[in-house]
């Protein structure tokens, strides 16, 4: 018998071939691969080489139309005759006459209904498949597909049968390494129970097995879970699983979860139960428990500080609520200043008296502390520290007197990204603190920051706002002509009082030299407060204590701890009100203090930002207080005084995003779009294109963090379409707790085009200076040579660079060192002249090569700038000299030939008046020259009979 497919179409091949003499038989498989290939497994016969370079297929197309495809692809036999008279199969007719086949058949192998394959069977004889053969043959191949059917099956029983031997090892070993304990209890006692079972209760398996469940179970679970056992025995319908505790040998209890039900156990109902250790599962419940406290604690801190309008209050609710999470006695929130010191936010009461404020039980906070101590550690490390005994910590350095001991100690730092900036510390929880009271207060370490930054944002916010809307209420009080200084100064200090939260403000004017403050007003509250009798009004800065320190050193003054500001402090007058915290603000015109604001005793901190918005406002303030005292100088009228108020060109907005947030009415002017407008558009589409780039790289600075010019000039296009120029300052400022810009305005188009034309007179200038064709000089009012044409070094045979080092003084032969040197009185005449007077006179130059030259001078005083220069025009008239000296030369030759002639020689004028005549007329007539000039010729000199011919 065959024992493998292979092997029996091997045996059935050859029996063909052998017992009917055919010259071959083969047999094949149908794959169901893409082109549908007959796979040949078994031949016989002596040309079986037909079969290598044959393609069988059995796909209905041209490879698959010979016997083989037809007989699988139909299910029934098919006989193919190679002759001339059989052309269905004449693809194939070259290759059998080749081997000498004249006819084949091909049987299908059919098991269980499906064509799996074909036995192929080829013969010499044209003839040679009768019917009688043919169905022997057709028998053959049923036999031989059953044949293949019952080997199949039995080879797919031996693989169920070696399957189920391989799962039953598989169940039992998971059984035995399963993680959860698994137990049978029949008859009330432990029949079976696996590996993970004694691990998890600590009992070896002879400890376990017999036992009833309930000997394992804790003791307030043993009757519940032996009720449970007896009714699902009972068949009643109880829930199979549920939670207990089993005790493990060495007591400790473990709680587990069963999930039990009915099974057969060899031939009787038992009861089979699943026991998972829950461990991890209770502790992660437990983590969950804890997280819900913390994020209920979180809310609580954040619902509480809605109304906080301090960081102290915001400090007091997150103390208060970390003390109640980790169930400490005392605690104090604190952060450090600029001095590197420590300032406490909030602290609860720990029985201490030097933490009450005088005379009460409440609490005051404590600033500038060294850092040092167990709490000091924790800001130097910037990491967590618990300890149970700080006592005995490294870092300890005891309690003050009267302070109640520490018994545990709990400080967890306060981050801002990598910054650490405070600290929270908590002490003496009665059983000692853990990691998961730190975990707790980590958590709630960073909600409290996150609330510190949105209160302080919001501040930020309401005190930016607040600012803008005081700056725009004291212009529109400018508006009104009713209003006067006094107003304006009212309105501020009391405005000032309220965006900065202080109970006292006041404000004074100093006189020239700063030596004398004079009080010009008080807020109405600081008034009420004050009780000193005579209040004084005006005080010596010599003799003044903190406050004149603001004068002394000429910048802001912030203390917020005024009781422990020792220096410069010289008390106050009785009735005076106490001084909690103080800032004080000088106010400048130019270089001189012309007045100084101070606010006082607000319950937090103040800042850089109440700097900023306190210098800001009260220098606006000062500056109106100018223009109103203008006002009243000029007598303005009160229409060009509001038109002057309402044409201030700047313009202020506030961007997010590539978005206006805010933009005042200036921005219409400026930009010729309605405020809905300007919300609407991008901002930079109104920037014209040559600067659009500029501007987004500046933004894109800003993203990066890099620096940024403060102040620059841009062009935008106006509504109409015409080009505008303007002065933009951008500061970077929180905006509704998110970063923002702040952009202002100016439009300063006018100024440009006057500087365009400035420069195009500039130019033209200077082609008349470069053009002229005489020298010119520039030179300051010491003679110091600044600029000259080319003109001026052709004259001199200097070099441009030459005369730039000289002084005009250096090109006159009279201005060299002696003791008759002119220099000093040409310079202070210099500085005499005024703007537009010219002067012309006649002098020399000397060259380089040390000639002198005949010049003759046009020079007047011009502006340029601040500075007033010599403008020096400069004609070399040395041509003109050489033919003077020769007309004079001229004239003395004449003269000398009409002093030697000897006739009488004369020169009249057009009247016929003596001019001059020669020595030989004096001496015939007798007269001298100085005589008779001026007189008539004839009537001098003729005879009456001879003056009328003579003379016609």
């Known amino acids: 018998h065959a024992t493998d497919e292979k092997e029996l179409l091997e045996s059935i091949c050859d029996l063909v071939v052998r017992s009917e003499g055919f010259p071959l038989a083969w047999a094949g498989f149908a794959e169901n691969d893409e082109d549908k290939t007959v796979r040949p497994v078994a031949f ?76 192929n069977i080829y013969s010499k004889d044209e003839d040679a498949f009768n019917e009688e053969q043919v169905k022997l043959l057709a028998e053959l191949a049923d036999d031989l597909a059953y044949g293949i059917t019952a080997l199949r099956k039995r080879h797919e029983l031996d693989i169920a049968t070696e399957n189920l031997v391989r799962s039953e090892k598989k169940y039992s070993t998971l059984v035995e390494y399963s993680s959860d304990g698994i137990i049978i209890i029949q008859d009330g006692l432990i029949k079976f129970a696996n590996r993970e079972t004694t691990r998890m209760t600590g009992f070896t398996l002879n400890e376990t097995i017999g036992k009833a469940l309930a000997d394992f179970v804790s003791p307030r679970y043993k009757e519940f879970v032996s009720e449970r056992y007896t009714r699902r025995m009972a068949g009643e319908d109880v829930p199979s699983r549920y939670e207990v505790e ?42 969950v428990l804890r997280q819900r406290t913390i994020l209920e604690a979180i809310n609580r801190v954040f619902e509480d500080t809605l109304e906080c309008e301090t960081d102290e209050e915001v400090a007091r609710s997150c103390l208060s609520v970390a003390e109640q999470l980790t169930g400490s006695e005392f605690g104090w929130i604190g952060e450090i200043n600029k001095a590197g010191l420590l300032d406490t936010l909030a602290q609860s009461d720990p029985g201490w008296q030097a933490c009450r404020i005088p005379g009460t039980t409440a609490t005051k906070c404590i600033r500038n502390m060294d850092v040092r101590g167990v709490w000091g550690r924790v800001l130097k490390s910037r990491k967590a520290l618990i300890t149970n005994d700080p006592s005995t910590h490294p870092d300890s350095v005891g309690v003050p007197d009267g302070h109640p001991s520490l018994t545990s100690f709990l400080g967890v730092p306060l981050k801002d990204g990598a910054k650490t900036f405070g600290m929270i510390a908590l002490a003496n929880k009665p059983d000692g603190y853990t990691l998961l009271e730190q975990e707790a207060v980590e958590k709630l370490s960073v909600a409290m920051v996150e609330l510190l930054r949105r209160k302080r944002a919001d501040n930020s916010v309401r005190l930016h706002e607040r600012h803008l809307q005081e700056l725009v209420e004291l212009y529109k009080m400018t508006e009104d002509r009713r209003k006067s200084i006094s107003d304006y100064v009212s309105y501020t200090l009391e405005s000032v009082q309220k ?87 000088p106010i400048f015109s130019s270089d001189r203090i012309v007045a100084v604001a101070a606010v006082a005793n607000r319950d937090s901190e103040y800042n850089d930002s109440d700097v900023n918005v306190l210098t800001s406002l009260l220098h606006e303030m000062w500056n109106l207080t100018e223009r109103k005292k203008d006002e009243e100088a000029l007598k303005e009228s009160e229409a060009k005084y509001r038109l002057l108020v309402e044409n201030i060109p700047v313009g202020v907005a506030i961007m997010r995003g590539g978005k206006i947030l805010f933009t005042n009415s200036q921005n219409e002017q400026i930009s010729g779009y309605t405020i809905e407008e300007l919300k609407s558009i991008n901002p930079f589409d109104a920037i014209y294109e040559e600067d659009r780039a500029k501007v987004t790289e500046y933004a894109a600075m800003r993203v990066r963090g890099e620096s940024v010019p403060g102040s620059y000039d841009i062009r935008i296009i106006h509504k109409d379409g015409s080009l505008r120029w303007l002065n933009r300052n951008v500061v970077r400022i929180d905006w509704l707790g ?61 070099t441009r660079e030459e005369l730039l080092q000289l002084n005009v003084f250096d090109l006159h032969p009279d201005c060299q060192p002696t003791a008759n040197n002119p220099k000093p009185e040409i310079i202070e005449l210099w500085k005499g002249w ?51 000296e020769s007309l004079r030369k001229e004239r003395e030759s004449a003269r000398r030939i009409l002093d030697t002639a000897q006739a009488i020689i004369l020169t009249l004028d057009s009247k016929g008046k003596i001019v001059h005549f020669n020595p030989y007329t004096t001496a015939i007539s007798g007269y001298t020259i100085d005589e008779v000039r001026g007189k008539d010729w004839f009537e001098t000199f003729l005879p009456q009979r001879n003056r009328q011919q003579t003379r016609a």
């Open 738 to 798: 998110e970063k923002a810009l702040l952009i202002i305005d100016t439009d300063i188009t006018e100024r440009i085009k006057a500087e365009q034309a400035v420069q195009e007179s500039e130019k033209k200038y200077h082609s008349l200076f470069t053009q002229s064709t005489e020298g010119i000089y520039v030179h300051d009012l010491d003679g110091n040579i600044v600029d000259v044409n080319e003109v001026a070094c052709i004259q001199t045979e200097y």
């Open 499 to 585: 965006s900065l939260q202080s109970r006292i403000a006041f404000i004074g004017t100093m006189n020239e030299d700063e030596s004398i403050f004079t009080t010009l007003a008080w807020t109405k509250d600081t008034m009420k407060q004050c009780a000193i009798e005579k209040k004084p009004m005006r005080f010596s800065i010599a003799e003044s204590g903190l406050w004149g320190e603001v004068v002394r050193q000429r910048r802001p003054i912030v203390i917020n701890d005024y009781d422990a500001a020792e220096e410069y402090k010289k008390g106050y007058p009785e009735g005076h009100i106490p001084i909690k915290r103080f800032l004080s603000v």
């Open 44 to 119: 016989a016969g002596s040309v079986t080489e037909y079969l290598n370079n044959l393609k069988i297929r059995w796909a209905d197309n041209e490879f698959g139309k010979g016997p083989t495809g037809v007989a699988i692809r139909t299910g029934k036999h098919c006989i193919a005759r190679y002759g001339t008279t059989d052309s269905d199969f004449a693809r194939w007719h070259a290759s059998a006459a080749k081997y000498g086949f004249n006819s084949s058949i091909a049987l299908p192998l059919i098991s269980e209904g499906i064509t799996i394959g074909s036995l």
């Open 246 to 287: 089993i005790n493990r040998k060495n007591g400790k209890a473990v709680p587990v979860e069963i999930n039990a039900g009915i099974i057969e156990y060899d031939g009787k109902p038992a009861d089979m139960a699943l026991i998972r250790d829950i461990t991890e599962r209770k502790e992660a419940e437990q983590q």
């Open 834 to 884: 005024q703007t537009g007077q010219r002067f012309y006179y006649e002098g020399e130059h000397r060259r380089k090569n040390g000639n002198v030259y005949p010049t003759e001078i046009s020079t007047g005083v011009i502006e340029y700038g601040n500075n007033k220069y010599i403008l020096a025009i400069v004609k070399d008239i040395t041509e003109r000299k050489e033919a003077a």
